[in-house]
C-alpha cells in the first residue's frame, strides 16, 4: 500500500520532512494518524511551502489536544491562541540556550506548531535535540542510577535575568505566584511511544532532589553538556511557510540569534500535555498521569 506521507529524515537523531500533506485543508483522518506516528517516531516534524490561514493553523493544532494562551502576549487579532514571536532591530531576540518549552509547569506542553510569516535572508535557523537519543547513549549503569530520580524546575530560575531587570520582579509577581517549583523525574517516559527519555534542561532545572547540591550540580551539568552533543541535533532553515511541529516531551531547542538586526515574524500554538511520569511503578506521578489538567497559564513570558 502507498504510505500517506513521504518522510525524509534529516539527522541521524531526530527530525523528518514530510511532503504530500497540505495542512490549509482539514486533515483526513489517516493523514491525522500518519502525522501523529511521524512525530513519535521522528520528535520534530517540517512542513515547507505551506500556506496556512489562522483558521487551518488552529484546526490542525487542535487535532493534537487542547490549545494554549498566553493573554498579554501579541497574538494574531482574533486568534488568542496563535502568538506572534517577532525580533528585529529594535527588539532582538533574547532566547538564546537550549530549553524543553514550559518544563516548571506540573504539565509541560506536548508540543507546539510554529509557523514561518517572514524570515530574514540569511541565518535564523533552529536547533533541536533529541532527549531520547541522548538517554540511549547513556551507558546502562548510568541510566540505571538516573532511574527514579527526581529533579526540580523553576520559573523564577529560567526568568531570572529577567527578574533582575529593574522592575521584573514586579512585572513577573503574578507569574512568580502562579508558577511555584515542580518537580519532574529525571527519565521520563513517552507516553505514545515508550521510550524513555532524559527530562532534565539547563534553563529551568535547579537540582536533582535526591542528591546533595554539590552531587546534583555535577549530574546536572554532565547530564546537559551530553545531551547537547551535536550528534543528538538537528537544524532546520526556515523559508516563509515552513512549519515545524515539535515534540515537546523528548526534544529540546534553541534558536540560532545570528541575525540581527534583520526581522523574523513567526506565528506558533502550544498544546497542552500530559504530567511526566517515569518508568518505576512507585513513580508517584504515576498516578497523577491519567489527568489531562493543566493550570491556567497566567503568564505572558512563560513561552520558554
Ligand atoms: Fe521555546
Redesign the pocket.
Known sequence: MRPVLRVTRISEALGAEIEGVDLSCPLEPEVHRAVEGALAEHEVLFFRDQDLSPEAHRAFARLFGPLQTHPAYPHVPGFPELTILESDRENPSK?EKW????TFRQCPPLG?ILRARIVPETGGDTLWMSLSAAYDALSPAMREFLDGLRAEHSFEHGFRESLAEPGGRERLAEALSANPPVEHPVIRVHPVSGRRSLFVNSLFTTRILELNQEESDAVLAFLCSHMERDEFACRFAWRAGSVAFWD?RCTQ???INDYWPAQRRMERITIDGDRPYGARKNDETQSANSSRSVPPSSDATA??
Open positions: 532566547i530549553h524543553t518549552d514550559m507546539s515537546n531547542h534553541r534558536p513561552s520558554r
